[in-house]
Each structure stands twice: as structure tokens, then as C-alpha cells.
């Protein structure tokens, strides 16, 4: 059965299949309960902005709220998911990573290799990520790349619901460190998810759109961005493939290789900050392995190298926008697009 | 024979012996080695504070889960990890504990519950909080040990690791191996309060400090705490007050330390001392029995480094492989 529910809902979704399926899941975080210890209501929250909510009079104690100590419940994840659970660990925003990342990069990330290839850490830390959401310079990053940059992570961003659901549930049964990257303006957005349980295998973006004149590469909240381009710019005759990858760690090169090796130019999307991003990463490999196919220099489309502003007048400009998108493909279009520097 | 007046019979007090005396010709031979210049990379030796792993590691079974430090190898020993793998793994060796990709820093072996040695000072206190939670979930009695010196005792994670245990009531036991110095920092001019016992009262929870040159304190102190974490009691600080034999790291001159200092302590604070002659003392095992095994351990740790230096190196594909379980 299908039918049409939130991103937000797909992943409180995901959630309750996984830890009927598992009683090895276990899920916490800062307030994923809320008002722990409190007078008022158990689970008066569900998290800061509701993912959770009502997980935990489903399934009770295996949801647990957490001392607002990132470094101690995230290691304490890391921890238990290398004696046996299978934990779901909440951080917010991932701009909170700051406060814990030694316990994901140095701990998480790197147990299989400096064990000798014995240790398996089942793990999945999820959070928000992606401005737009008028919240500022600590709430608002895509730190997608830091992630990305680590060997032994997984990175997981969906761009709808259906996608959520299914890399979620992937992301928990997968035995390796999973860095979950939620949009958090994506949250409310609905599309067909079947109420049954499915997985999507990592490392398979999804062509959203077919086209033979250029390929857009994204993920996440830009994916629509890029897609709203592609139906601006098909109006003057240019069809654009569109490409969501899902998932940034492993990637898949494949898809976006055998696309660009149609269609001859490149532009990457990527709400990250320009230097060492995704769209770098891809350009770079591209460039690499298909230059010879090229017949424009590659385009990126980035946040600019600033902190996420507060002002929604700035913020609106932060943000890859589907005019900035169509004006990149428009670059590779022109005779001089070999030349040309982004505006 | 004398009645025994310890509260362990006379085959564990050759254990516990033994383990000590193990861990002591482990690390004297790798201080010897590597000042020959055969061991690579960085190197922090145990030796001084056996007392401390063993009296601890006595009351734990495999189910039972310990978070080491950079110097890990006496925890390792203590915790039942195989010496020649352990060897091996220092040497780099693809018979290492870690095949060659961990080296002394990072030893580990999960199936004896040894969740590695640490490179990041206080980075085990978070992960054994995960490990006890898994033992709770579970309910298996199992309990988690973290150790942390002096100097990391002042780390964020630690400190938010106390809270977090004593939050879930965890069977947590946190050990703070004092040896006096945080690399060459003073512990009186680091460490803010005058006691670990007044910290651990501030996050909710019993701590005890010992002399972790004594067996027989660090034994019976941790059998308690051990026990009540155990039974869900929840989590304690023990603090062990010991010494270092050799500096930091190999390498490291120790100018920092009082004239004289080093052989002070080794004259009137070596721990494997003080447990041979109160063995001796009390009739319960005999100088011979003693030395008999001091001559298998020297036997082990000399076919340790044997084997250890004819083992292959690990292959060139094994840079690549074990880094995900599937990607």
C-alpha cells in the first residue's frame, strides 16, 4: 500500500519497522523522548522537531532520551554498537558534530581498520542538516563533505520521503558507521511511500530526469532546485538529466560518468561551501576519467565560503537557487562555456 | 605451609603473579628493543603500574568489557590478550592482534572483551559507557571498565561520561591510573581538586582511592565496586595511585622529574616487589616458585619477539582492505 506522507513521517517510519524487525535497535538522542524526568507529558516532544514522536509508546525504554553531552552519548552509541546493538543515535543538528566528531572520526570511522578488520560498528548517527530554516550560523551547515573526507563512514542524504524510508532502514542494517544527513526543509515534504518495508542498497543514485544536452548532479534539498531548472531550461528547448545521488559515501560514479559521457556537460550542485565539496570531489573525477567527452568546462554551484547568515534576505542568497542552477547549465551552453567562470 | 591470610587461593595469587611478571618482562623488553631502534612509531610502556590491570582484570570474564589507553599493553596482558599477537602487532607484523594496522596504540581484542587501546586520551570513557549499555540491554551481568590516566581525567568526555552513567545507572567502572604526571605535567598543578573521590561524589557515584602499587588493595576495592556495578548498583570511580617507570613515551629523557625520583621509586614502590616478598613473608608461595615463573615468562616474551621479528609483514593489498565491511 502507498500513499502520500512527509519526509519527517517516512523516517519515524523507518524507525518503528526497523526496531519491531531488531530488538537490537535502540534509539537515542537529545529529547528524541522529551520531557524525560519531567512533570508534564512522556514523550511531550519526539524529538525537536517531531521525527520521533510516539516511538516511544511503541516501544518504550529502547528509546532514550540523553544528557545533552554529545561527545558521551554518540561514543556511548559507537560503544554499544561495537558489543552488539544496533544503535540509532540522534545529534540534532549536525553542526553539533563539532562537539563529538573525535568519537566519529577517530573512534567510529576507524575500529575496522586499526583492529585488523575484527570489529564491526552497526551504527547510524542522524541529524539535521542545510539552511534555509532562518536558524543561523551553527544550525544551518551542510557539513556533508567533513563526512565524506573519512574513510570508514557512510554518508546517507535523501532528498524525498521515499528515499528517507528507504536509506534509513538501509543505513541500520548496514554494518558500518552511518552518518544520516536529514534536510531539514525537506522535513515536511510529501511524495508516494509504500507503507510496507523496503530498502535502498547505498551507492545507487537515482536519474530523476532524463535528458541528453546536460547532466545536474546533486542531493539533498538542492535535488529540487535542480529539477526546477531542468523544467525552466526544457522550455528553451535544453533538457537536462537530472541525478540525486542519495548517497555521498559510496558514491556512484557510474551513473554519473556514463550521463556526462552522453551528454557532454557538467554541472554539480552542492549547498556544502565551495572548497573540497562534493561538487569539487565530482568535477575532479570527472575531469579525470571524462574529459574527452567534455565540451564545456564543468560548472559548480555552491553555498558561498561564508558561515549560513541569519537575515532570511541573505540566507535566500546562501542557498543554490534554480536561477543560479540554470544560469551554470546556460554557461556550458554558450561558445565560450569551455572558458568560463562561474558568475 | 603458612595459612593463607590473602583472599585469593594460592593458583590465583600465581596468576595474578604471573600476569604482573608478564606485563613487567613485556615492557622492559620492549624498552630494550626499541632503544635498538627495531620498533617503529611511538611506544608508552605500563611497567611500574601492573598492580593496577591485574588487581582489576582478576574480577572480569571475557562477557566483561574494558576501554584501554595509550598505554594499553598491561590492560591487554591482564585482559587475556595473546602475547605473541600483541608482540607481533607492535613489530607491525601480519600476525599482529590487529594484522599490522594498529600497532601499540591501538590493540585490541573484542573476543576477550578488550575494546582497544586509545590514542585520544580519554576517548575510552564514552565508548565503555556504550559497551555496559549493551550489557543492560542484554542482561548479562556484564560490566565495562574504563581507564584513564591523571592527565585525561581532565577531558571533556570523561567528565560527560560520569554524568552519562550515573544518568542510566550504567555497570560502569571508571579507573583513574594516577601516576602522578600527564606526559610531563604535574597532576597536583593539573588536576583542579585535591581528590578523585570529591569528583566523583559531584557526578553522583562512590569513588575510592588506593595504592595502586598494592595488589592486594587495588584487588579487593575493585572487587567490590566490580560487584556492585554487577548487580546494578551502578557506576563507580576507583582511583589507583601509582607510578611510572619510564617516561611518556620511549624517547622521552623525563627531565621534568625530581633528582633522583626514578630510583626511589623503583627501590621502595615497585609493585611486583611488594607482592613477592608478601607472598614470601606470609609462607603461602615460595622465592623459587616465584623465580620459576619469572623463567616461563622470560622464555614466552623471548619466543614472543622471535616470532614476532620471523612473522611476514602484512601484504601491500592489505593497505587497502578492512577499512568498511561492505562499500
Redesign the interface.
Given at each position: 500500500m502507498s500513499r502520500k506522507i512527509s519526509m519527517k513521517q517516512a523516517i519515524n517510519e523507518a524507525l518503528d519497522l526497523e526496531m519491531r524487525r531488531d530488538p537490537?535497535v535502540?534509539v537515542m538522542g537529545e529529547d528524541i523522548v522529551g520531557g524525560t524526568g519531567a512533570q508534564g507529558e512522556d514523550d511531550a516532544w519526539g524529538g525537536v522537531l517531531g521525527v520521533t514522536k510516539g516511538l516511544y509508546a511503541k516501544h518504550g525504554n529502547r528509546l532514550?532520551d540523553?544528557?545533552l553531552?554529545e561527545?558521551?552519548?554518540?561514543?556511548?552509541?559507537?560503544?554499544?554498537?561495537?558489543?552488539?546493538?544496533r544503535?540509532v543515535a540522534e545529534l540534532m543538528f549536525l553542526d553539533f558534530m563539532g562537539v563529538c566528531f573525535?568519537?566519529i572520526f577517530?573512534?567510529a570511522a576507524k575500529?575496522?581498520?586499526?583492529?585488523?578488520?575484527?570489529?564491526?560498528t552497526p551504527v547510524v548517527i542522524r541529524g539535521m542538516v542545510g539552511a534555509g530554516f532562518r536558524a543561523a550560523a551553527q544550525h544551518s551547515q551542510m557539513l556533508t563533505p567533513l563526512f565524506t573526507h573519512i574513510?570508514?563512514l557512510?554518508v546517507v542524504c535523501p532528498s524525498n520521503a521515499y528515499d528517507a524510508k528507504g536509506l534509513l532502514i538501509q543505513s541500520i542494517r548496514?554494518?558500518?558507521p552511518v552518518i544520516f544527513c536529514e534536510h531539514k526543509n525537506l522535513y515536511g515534504l510529501e511524495c508516494e511511500v509504500p507503507a510496507e518495508s523496503y530498502a535502498i542498497p547505498f551507492?545507487e543514485a537515482n536519474v530523476l530526469r532524463d535528458g541528453d544536452d546536460v547532466t545536474i548532479v546533486s542531493y539533498g534539498l538542492t535535488v529540487h532546485r535542480a529539477m526546477e531548472a531542468a523544467t525552466a531550461l526544457a522550455k528553451d528547448g535544453t533538457e537536462a538529466e537530472v541525478i540525486d545521488l542519495r548517497t555521498l559515501s559510496?558514491i556512484d560514479w557510474d551513473t554519473i560518468i556514463e550521463s556526462v559521457e552522453r551528454t557532454g556537460r557538467l554541472v554539480v550542485v552542492d549547498e556544502a561551501h565551495p572548497r573540497c565539496n562534493l561538487a569539487t570531489d565530482i568535477a575532479a573525477f570527472v575531469g579525470q576519467n571524462s574529459f574527452g567527452a567534455l565540451k564545456a568546462g564543468i560548472q559548480m554551484v555552491t553555498a558561498p565560503h561564508t558561515p549560513v547568515p541569519f537575515a532570511p534576505s541573505l540566507e535566500d542568497l546562501y542557498v543554490p537557487s534554480a536561477d543560479s542552477i540554470a544560469s551554470a547549465v546556460r554557461r556550458t551552453l554558450s561558445p565560450k562555456g569551455a572558458r568560463s567562470i562561474a558568475a | 605451609m603458612a595459612q593463607n591470610p590473602f583472599p585469593l587461593g594460592k593458583d590465583e595469587l600465581l596468576k595474578a603473579y604471573r600476569t604482573m611478571r608478564t606485563i613487567r618482562e613485556f615492557e622492559e623488553r620492549l624498552h630494550v628493543d626499541f632503544a635498538k631502534g627495531d620498533i617503529p612509531g611511538f611506544v608508552h610502556l605500563y611497567a611500574g603500574e601492573e598492580a593496577c590491570a591485574t588487581g582489576i582484570m582478576m574480577h572480569l570474564n571475557d562477557n566483561d568489557r574494558i576501554a584501554s589507553t595509550h598505554r594499553g599493553h598491561g590492560h591487554c596482558i591482564a585482559k587475556g590478550v595473546d602475547v605473541h599477537a600483541m608482540m607481533a602487532e607492535i613489530y607491525g607484523r601480519s600476525t599482529g592482534a590487529c594484522r599490522g594496522k594498529g600497532g601499540s596504540m591501538h590493540i585490541a581484542d573484542l573476543s576477550k572483551g578488550m575494546m582497544g587501546a586509545n590514542g585520544i586520551l580519554g576517548a575510552g570513557a564514552p565508548l565503555i559507557c556504550g559497551a555496559a549499555l549493551a550489557a543492560k540491554v542484554r542482561g548479562d551481568r556484564g560490566v565495562g571498565i574504563t581507564f584513564v590516566g591523571d592527565g585525561a581525567s581532565n577531558q571533556g568526555t570523561f567528565l560527560e561520561s560520569l554524568n552519562l552513567a550515573a544518568v542510566w545507572n550504567l555497570p560502569v567502572v571508571f579507573v583513574v591510573e594516577n601516576n602522578g604526571y600527564a606526559e610531563s605535567t604535574a597532576m597536583e598543578w593539573a588536576v583542579s581538586c585535591d581528590s578523585y573521590v570529591d569528583r566523583a561524589t559531584g557526578f553522583g557515584m562512590p569513588g575510592v582511592t588506593v595504592d595502586g602499587t598494592d595488589f592486594f588493595a587495588v584487588y579487593e576495592a575493585a572487587g567490590e565496586i566490580i560487584r556492585r556495578a554487577r548487580d546494578g548498583g551502578g557506576p563507580a570511580l576507583l582511583e589507583c595511585n601509582m607510578v611510572r617507570f619510564y617516561g611518556h613515551f620511549e624517547g622521552d629523557a623525563q627531565t621534568y622529574r625530581a633528582k633522583g625520583e626514578l630510583e626511589a621509586i623503583r627501590a621502595s614502590r615497585d609493585c611486583l616487589t611488594i607482592l613477592s616478598e608478601r607472598l614470601i613473608e606470609a609462607g603461602v608461595i615460595g622465592r623459587d616458585e616465584l623465580q620459576a615463573v619469572d623463567r616461563e615468562v622470560n622464555a614466552l616474551i623471548e619466543d614472543a619477539v622471535r616470532a614476532a621479528k620471523a612473522a611476514p609483514l602484512p601484504a601491500a593489498e592489505d593497505l587497502l582492505s578492512d577499512v568498511y565491511v561492505t562499500y
Open positions: 537490537t535502540i532514550m540523553t544528557p553531552s561527545s558521551a552519548y554518540i561514543g556511548a552509541a559507537i560503544g554499544a554498537a561495537a558489543c552488539g546493538l544503535p573525535d568519537q577517530n573512534q575500529f575496522r581498520y586499526m583492529f585488523g578488520g575484527k570489529a564491526v574513510p570508514g557512510k548496514d554494518n558500518d551507492g559510496p | -
